[in-house]
């Protein structure tokens, strides 16, 4: 499968929607919009590839056709897969185990390095790293979706995954998408967050329970999300800092302004 296209459905009122938009692979199409406009129920209705049976009518297509039942309800050759706001894993196995079975279930070959790559990405998402052995009901909300982006990006077979408010997931934003965006996954991404919503190549903006306007990232737009990143980066920072039990008590109009005026986004001012 290369590409998916939403068909438009109608909005709460009953309107038309005007909507036919086919992503490919490796793009990444982020969704805006208020509280209780839709965002949500957009992604289930691609979720479950919808063909005129969910309360939006929306249709959802496969390479331009209607997919089979065989697709639209198969378990285990699913083509989305989903990472939710609230992710809680109740196995009582390490992480180790869980990487190895998710990869037997998915009748994988064995791969002597597959654990460690998985952990490493994992850990390149979540200030606070995750080790093999840990239990995974032990594991942290930011280390669970950590940990299942980067299992997601190299072991699920789905080719579309839908992402909920990520920004509240505790992991490195801009990181999670270009690694699934990396291995030829098309996202889309429900977000209130605009330096999250700038990275995408696309977005829609949802209202009343319909799409209405889909607007293509502007070079402007491009600039800003590069500000947008070092302010960003400078959270990051600071909340390292909290965790080690730093006192932020420096100059910190001065730390941010460094990024404005094109300073070394990555370097930090010592208190």
């Not at 068909?7 to 086919?22: A, I, N, S, Y």
């Not at 654990?115 to 669970?144: C, F, H, W, Y």
């Not at 008590?249 to 001012?269: H, L, N």
């Amino acid at each position: 499968m290369r590409s998916i296209t939403l068909l438009g459905g109608h909005d709460k009122e009953g309107h038309p929607e005007v909507l036919d938009l086919t992503l490919n692979r490796g793009d990444i199409l982020c969704i805006v919009g208020p509280t209780g406009a839709g965002k949500s129920r957009l992604l289930e209705d691609i979720g479950c590839l919808a063909q005129g049976d969910t309360p939006t009518g929306r249709r959802i297509l496969l390479d331009h056709q209607v997919p089979g039942d065989e697709l639209r309800f198969s378990l285990g050759n699913r083509m989305v897969a989903q990472l939710s706001q609230n992710m809680h894993f109740i196995m009582d196995i390490s992480v180790r185990e869980f990487i190895l079975m998710h990869r037997e279930s998915r009748c994988l070959a064995p791969e002597d390095t597959l654990v460690e790559r998985i952990l490493d990405k994992a850990n390149q998402l979540t200030g606070e790293a995750i080790q093999a052995d840990m239990p995974l009901t032990q594991l942290s909300g930011g280390q669970s979706r950590s940990l299942m982006i980067a299992d997601t990006a190299f072991l699920s077979p789905a080719p579309v995954v839908l992402i909920d408010e990520l920004e509240n997931a505790g992991v490195d934003r801009p990181k999670a998408l270009e690694l699934l965006a990396g291995e030829d996954k098309i996202l889309l991404v429900s977000t209130h967050d605009p330096a999250l919503a700038l990275l995408g190549d696309l977005r829609i903006c949802v209202r009343g329970g319909a799409v209405r306007r889909i607007i293509q990232t502007t070079q402007a737009e491009q600039r800003n999300r590069a500000f947008l990143s070092g302010i960003n980066q400078r959270f990051m920072d600071l909340r390292e800092r909290l965790r080690e039990g730093a006192i932020l008590d420096f100059d910190m109009p001065a730390y941010f302004a460094e990024v404005s005026a094109g300073a070394d986004k990555t370097r930090s001012i010592t208190p």
